[in-house]
């Protein structure tokens, strides 16, 4: 159970931006909800974790704990800038970790993308990056 001083650190951060999921504009609270929303897949799916900055987001795994660095990539040209500051989150204080990147904002604003299935999706998806200019 959160504490007093715990749910409104989060209710903050959650107040500190924009969360308009079709724009495309950098947002800590887009940012810290995505976090969120994926600590609550993970512990729906049955793991013990919790939030903690940094890195994000740490997993019980067999005696272990996983770090889970949450980055979100805005544009190509920024994926190994995003993906080293995950790892270095991960290797200042921790043995094991897994970078969890978020890419739904590499498609453009205000678009929805829907498909049949998952793998008309999929298809989908490898077409938009095989033809991104970014």
Known sequence: ???N???EFYLRKMQSGDLDLLCRKIS???????ELELCAKLQD???TCALRDPPDILVEFEGSVIAIPCKKVYSNK???RVLSNAVKQVETSFDYGIAAINLDD????KV???QASHSDAAESLNDFNQNSED
């Open 1 to 3: 159970m959160l504490d």
């Open 5 to 7: 001083n715990e749910a």
């Open 28 to 34: 800590d609270a887009k940012g810290f909800l995505w």
């Open 45 to 47: 799916l049955g793991f």
């Open 78 to 80: 920024n994926v190994e």
């Open 106 to 109: 590499l498609i453009p604003e």
């Open 112 to 114: 929805i993308l829907k």
